[in-house]
């Protein structure tokens, strides 16, 4: 079963629009973290964010903010003013209670043209 | 401080032949998981190694197996290619704890044919 749906396979926007990713996920853990990555051209995936399924308060850094929202199974994040340097895969993943590993949704691609 | 190191980045191989890719991991990290990335998806773990056993693996079969060395660095070796081996392998180091950030190296592009 997938643990992490990220519905939105591809999003397009003109530079200094904001961009929202939505992710949903699936435990029946109560302990449990969430990640954002992202992953440009190059491959190599960058971890942008951890949140633990204690805190709920969001986050912002700098033009990324957080919205986790465990009512929803949510973990939704913006991209505000977005600048053609954020094109790249992003992607959502879990972790869950004596579970090692990373769950990953299946990724958006945002492409941000100038 | 030097990040996640892969290696090689790039490499090409005939069906039924064996690969050995290497990660060393960023300073200070113990574990070591290997991840699976085809084209269009999102990484599928392979396994994690910490104390030079394998601690956890996923749904991959034995043709997959790794090591990891005293040093902390780490193989994994496909045995038997497949054309459907060809992918990204992402190595991911970490802290002990199962809930410690995972940081990727550049990862390696196999293509099998």
């Known amino acids: 079963a997938q643990k992490v749906t990220q519905a939105q396979t591809e999003i397009s926007v003109v530079e200094k629009e904001d961009v929202t990713l939505d992710c949903v996920y699936e435990t029946r853990d109560t302990t449990y973290y969430l990640f954002w990555y992202k992953q440009p051209p190059s491959g190599e995936l960058v971890f942008l964010i951890r949140?633990?399924?204690?805190?709920?308060q969001n986050e912002i850094s700098g033009r990324y903010s957080w919205n986790f929202q465990k009512s929803t199974s949510s973990f939704n994040f913006t991209i505000t003013a977005s600048q053609v340097v954020d094109s790249a895969v992003y992607f959502c993943?879990?972790?869950?209670?004596?579970?090692?590993?990373?769950?990953f949704g299946a990724g958006t691609t945002v492409t941000v043209r100038a | 401080d030097a990040g996640v190191t892969q290696s090689p980045t790039h490499l090409i191989k005939t069906r039924g032949q064996q690969v050995t890719l290497r990660c060393s991991p960023k300073?200070?990290?113990?574990?070591v998981s290997w991840y699976q990335q085809a084209l269009g998806q999102g990484p599928q773990f392979i396994f994690q190694?910490?104390?030079?056993?394998?601690?956890q693996r996923g749904n991959f079969p034995d043709r997959f197996s790794g090591h990891q060395f005293p040093n902390y660095s780490s193989e994994l070796n496909v045995n038997a290619l497949l054309l459907g081996d060809s992918a990204l392998y992402l190595c991911?180091?970490?802290?002990?704890?199962?809930?410690?950030?995972?940081?990727f190296g550049p990862g390696t592009r196999l293509l099998v044919l």
């Open positions: 300073s200070g990290h113990d574990t």
């Open positions: 949140r633990n399924s204690f805190d709920e």
């Open positions: 993943a879990l972790s869950e209670a004596r579970d090692y590993k990373l769950s």
């Open positions: 190694y910490y104390e030079e056993e394998e601690r």
């Open positions: 991911a180091s970490s802290l002990a704890s199962g809930y410690e950030t995972q940081y």
